[in-house]
């Protein structure tokens, strides 16, 4: 799963966030802010995992930043370990 975050996600915590919620669920992926002021997100694993990992980041106190998000599912590359911040 892919998702590009619109909004006012840079410098509220938004990516920091994202990773402690990831620690609840069977995901692992990454966060970062991309340079046009959005913020990227990558996960794999279980389809109903990432559902329910999208909808916890809404709960988590994200959702009042978010004014648009774009969902992409691609099958899973596994090349991820975790769940990183990176730059």
Request: cysteine-free.
């Amino acid at each position: 799963m892919r998702i590009l975050y619109t909004g006012q996600v840079q410098g509220v915590g938004f990516r920091y966030t994202v990773r402690s919620v990831a620690r609840g669920f069977e995901v692992v992926g990454m966060v970062r802010n991309l340079l046009d002021g959005r913020v990227e997100l990558v996960a794999e694993g279980e389809r109903e995992e990432l559902e329910a990992f999208r909808q916890a980041v809404h709960e988590s106190g994200l959702g009042p930043h978010i004014r648009h998000e774009e969902v992409h599912w691609h099958p899973a590359e596994g090349g991820l370990r975790g769940f990183e911040i990176t730059s």
